[in-house]
């Protein structure tokens, strides 16, 4: 097993309002490895951020202890920890007329002295941090001037460039577009398997669970951790999604919305991929769907393949209305049948 | 450099006294006018203004430049603190007061000096009361201007109940003059400035990081609160030693380290200080040379000079900002 960095214990995270409110998150234990990527989920205003915070030294815990290599975080002064643990908060950096160059060299100035000027080897280190996430050619632009992903890839060369073994992102992949969060998920991979400890907080479970190695699963009565297959295996996903209409589906491996209409369609025929995305349709409109030919079924579909070319029939015998498409099947349903 | 060496010349050369060219050069060189009363006028009027022209000019370009980067507010300027509010209800003070209550030894000029620097730190001390204690940015912006507003309402409270001769002294205060600072006080008016200029440039590569965000400051190890309540300090040494010796000058302070930013394209404190120093002391030149109408005996008063010249720069920055964001 690898080394423990990070050692949590008894933790409660919050913010104190006042003297006498204090608004506060179940106290929790966990640890995080060298190597580690580790994704905190949960829902909204669960206390993602302020964990990532606390972790960060931006706000005291108002419980229990964080260790990071075997001390209490209070132990180290600011200037060690900007050498220990970079944080890149979910609110992007503003500056006007500042080049992603300039920016990137901020991050060196831990290693330097009040009037010290950045050195050589701390330019090598900023254009390489650049250089790794491919955004060399981007160097002179203003961060203000960039795209979501590209200003992301550019707090990645941040965290990269301040050389820490621990790196905290605070929603890295909120804003993005497919490939561009697959792409932060690839950069943030790499940091890990330099023996790095990465720990982000995401909403976005698909990358999330595609990806990283562990899931802090926050609810409400407090912290789950386990592998991503775990936190399916054993259900606790669904724990996220308790009093919501929308539940995991271990089957399928989708998040699927509970409909009210308890409405059956049977689903005949066909492959077992075109099988999976005619029901995938189904239940979009409602149905529950069953593949074995329910006699009972409201609607009954028959796939048939013929030369390459998928139909769909609506209806048991031969002389049904037949479809080229799913939404053309979809449409004559919806028109058919009252209350989709 | 070369505009601030061009101006400091022609400056001294414009007055309501024509002074001849050789003359004048003669003088820059070191040597004794042949004429003892332009050498008089040289000497102990036209080079201390030029010198109170350097110093505010620098000053409030500092400053505003602090400021526009620690509130990462574009129109935020040396005032937003409410120091030159502070400033004025000092001199409303010594000026309206003096003369409701029959003392008059306090109205001269080192009396109004004195106040306004006592005002000025008044507020310094308030704002930096508050600010090691709140983290939020906005909040001690929004205090800061409260501030202001309320000693501003204190100052128009003594206004409506002073004398017409002492309003008048007051209002012409706060038309801003570069001419009221004599050779005596010159050294104490430098002094102070340097101070503050010093303080601004021990505080640069903490402006850098401050101007991206505090998170950023506070994870790179930089202690944010320390560094505003510096900042703020060194603010308030430049805009109160300068509102105190020349009187408010407007947007000066505001416009410059826009200019400065789009001169230079960066955001680098290491480059826009030193630059805006210099900018702001030949802007302020600039002004007083038109406010001095050269060729003719008129004097305009400085702050409207200064705002008729600074108002088209904030209006195009707000434009331009439109235009970037939209």
């Excluded at chain 1, 707090?155 to 490939?179: G, K, S």
């Excluded at chain 2, 290491?270 to 002391?281: E, F, K, Q």
Aim: glycine letters at 8%; aromatic letters at 10%.
């Amino acid at each position: 097993m690898s080394r423990i960095v990070i050692d949590i214990k008894g933790l409660v995270s919050g913010y104190r309002n006042g003297k006498n409110s204090a608004f506060f998150y179940p106290a929790f234990n966990s640890v995080a490895l060298a190597g580690e990527l580790i994704a905190i989920v949960g829902r909204n205003g669960v206390g993602k951020s302020t964990l990532l915070r606390t972790l960060a030294q931006l706000q005291p815990p108002l419980e229990g202890t964080v260790s990071i290599n075997g001390s209490d975080i209070s132990n180290y002064t600011t200037a060690e920890y900007a050498r220990l643990v970079s944080f890149i908060p979910s609110e992007p950096a503003h500056a006007s007329h500042t080049s992603v160059y300039e920016f990137v060299c901020m991050a060196r100035y831990p290693y330097r002295g009040w009037f010290e000027s950045l050195s050589n080897e701390d330019h090598h280190i900023v254009s390489r941090a650049i250089d790794s996430v491919g955004m060399m050619k981007f160097r002179s632009r203003y961060i203000d001037n960039l795209s979501d992903g590209e200003r992301q890839r550019v707090m990645i060369a941040f965290a990269i460039a301040q050389d820490t073994p621990i790196i905290l992102m605070d929603e890295p992949t909120a804003f993005l577009d497919l490939p561009n969060k697959f792409e932060v998920m690839r950069l943030l991979r790499e940091q890990a398997m330099l023996g790095k400890t990465v720990i982000i907080s995401t909403h976005d479970l698909q990358t999330a669970f595609g990806l990283v190695d562990t899931i802090w699963l926050m609810l409400a009565n407090g912290l789950k951790v386990g592998a991503p297959e775990d936190i399916m295996l054993t259900g606790t996903l669904n724990s996220l999604m308790e009093n919501t209409p929308v539940y995991f589906d271990l089957k399928s491996g989708q998040f699927v919305y509970r409909h009210h209409t308890k409405r059956l369609a049977s689903v005949v025929g066909g492959a077992l991929y075109v099988k999976k995305w005619t029901s995938h349709a189904l239940r979009r409109m409602g149905f529950d769907v069953d593949l074995s030919g329910d006699p009972n079924a409201e609607v009954y579909v028959q796939i048939q393949e013929t030369e390459g070319k998928v139909q769909w029939i609506a209806g048991k015998g031969d002389r049904n209305p037949t479809f080229d498409s799913i939404r053309n099947l979809c449409l004559y349903l919806r028109g058919e049948l009252k209350g989709l | 450099m070369i505009a601030l060496v061009v101006l400091s010349f022609i400056d001294l050369s414009t007055g309501s006294v024509s002074i001849p060219f050789p003359d004048l050069l003669n003088f820059v060189i070191g040597k004794n006018l042949s004429d003892p009363v332009n050498q008089n006028i040289l000497l102990n009027f036209r080079v201390p203004k030029m010198v109170s022209a350097w110093l505010a000019g620098a000053a409030l370009s500092v400053s505003g430049l602090q400021m526009q980067t620690v509130f990462r507010n574009p129109l935020a300027g040396p005032y937003v603190l409410g120091i030159s509010s502070g400033a004025s209800l000092g001199v409303a003070l010594v000026l309206m007061g003096a003369s409701a209550f029959g003392v008059s030894f306090l109205a001269g000029e080192f009396g109004i000096v004195l106040a306004a620097l006592t005002g000025a730190f008044l507020v310094l001390m308030l704002i930096l009361a508050v600010s090691v204690r709140i983290r939020d940015i906005m909040t001690i912006l929004i205090l800061g201007m409260m501030f202001g507003t309320a000693v501003s309402a204190v100052t128009g409270l003594l206004q409506y109940f002073g004398s017409e001769a002492s309003l008048k002294s007051f209002v012409i205060w706060t038309m801003g003059s570069l001419g009221g600072v004599g050779r005596d006080k010159l050294w104490l008016y430098a002094l102070m400035v340097i101070t503050g200029l010093v303080l601004a440039w021990v505080y640069v590569r903490p402006l850098n990081v401050l101007g991206v965000g505090d998170s950023y400051a506070r994870t790179l190890g930089f202690n944010v609160k320390r560094i505003r309540f510096f900042v703020f300090l060194s603010t308030s040494i430049l805009a109160g030693t300068a509102t105190a010796f020349n009187g408010p000058i407007a947007f000066i302070g505001i416009a410059v380290p826009h200019l400065v930013r789009l001169a230079f394209r960066t955001s680098n404190h290491a480059i826009l200080l030193p630059a805006s120093a210099i900018v702001g002391a030949s802007v302020l030149l600039l002004c007083d040379i038109i406010a001095q109408l050269p060729g003719s005996a008129l004097v305009l008063p400085l702050n409207s000079i200064a705002s008729l010249m600074g108002i088209p720069v904030v209006i195009y920055i707000v434009i331009r900002n439109k235009r970037v964001s939209g």
